[in-house]
């Protein structure tokens, strides 16, 4: 299995919460980066939470810190993405990808895409 697979997306009211799975390929699973993109309807692409290899650094986007959480298992071979105090700005498709490095930083670090999970936030 090369492409992650996501789960978890669903309707919540906002103020709620979520928490994302991404199934990924065991191999050097814990040294490659691992992010969470997503895309609204009629909106680019934004890196959500991006995690370097091992974990060590991760890179939020201004909207989520303090609100959503980046982690991976690596017993699970599996991302996480705990989202917390949601409001319906955060409605979207929600995607895991995951790189062949640690790299991180940028979108073009990032080689394998899932198909996407979707959020739906409703006030």
């Known amino acids: 299995q090369v492409q992650p697979v996501e789960s978890g997306g669903g309707s919540v009211q906002a103020g709620g919460s979520l928490r994302l799975s991404c199934v990924s390929s065991?191999?050097?699973?814990?040294?490659?980066?691992m992010g969470w993109f997503r895309q609204a309807p009629g909106k680019e692409r934004e890196g959500v939470a991006q995690s370097s290899g091992f974990g060590f650094q991760t890179l939020y986007a201004d909207s989520v810190k303090g609100r959503f959480t980046i982690s991976r298992d690596k017993l699970k071979n599996t991302l996480y993405l705990q989202m917390n105090s949601l409001t319906p700005e955060d409605t979207a498709m929600y995607y895991c990808?995951?790189?062949?490095?640690?790299?991180?930083?940028?979108?073009?670090?990032?080689?394998?895409w899932g198909q996407g999970t979707q959020v739906t936030v409703f006030s």
């Open positions: 990808a995951t790189g062949l490095s640690g790299k991180f930083t940028l979108n073009a670090d990032y080689h394998y």
């Open positions: 065991p191999y050097n699973f814990s040294t490659r980066a």
